[in-house]
């Protein structure tokens, strides 16, 4: 499986981006996609998730309410809304696949991640 992800940026606190992550190779073995992130001196944190059959969704407590995760079977793509966008949202975004939902090591493959910054 390969994952590409795009559309991280330079964005002022309040707006908006959306993220993309497209999946080319045997996605049908991963039941879920995420997005995680982390920031400079930071772990890795759990974003979202999405049940790529069922279209069910899960968030982090920070997001929730600000970021919206969706995905396109046709283009093999998950998407990652993010409104009313804050500095602490600035990281290097990563997009996953795999069996789990909120650990990072439940997921098997990995995009090469896309940076997101959010000015004051």
């Known amino acids: 499986v390969q994952l590409q992800a795009s559309g991280g940026g330079l964005v002022q606190a309040g707006g908006s981006l959306r993220l993309s992550c497209a999946a080319s190779?045997?996605?049908?073995?991963?039941?879920?996609m995420g997005w995680f992130r982390q920031a400079p001196g930071n772990e890795r944190e759990f974003v979202a998730a999405?049940?790529?059959?069922?279209?069910?969704?899960y968030y982090a407590g920070s997001v929730k309410g600000r970021f919206t995760i969706s995905r396109d079977h046709a283009k093999n793509t998950v998407y990652l809304q993010m409104n009313s966008l804050s500095v602490e949202d600035t990281a290097v975004y990563y997009c996953?696949?795999?069996?789990?939902?909120?650990?990072?090591?439940?997921?098997?493959?990995w995009g090469q991640g896309t940076q997101v910054t959010v000015s004051s």
């Open positions: 190779g045997r996605t049908f073995s991963s039941n879920f």
């Open positions: 996953a696949a795999g069996g789990g939902i909120w650990q990072s090591t439940q997921y098997d493959y």
């Open positions: 999405i049940s790529w059959d069922y279209g069910t969704t």
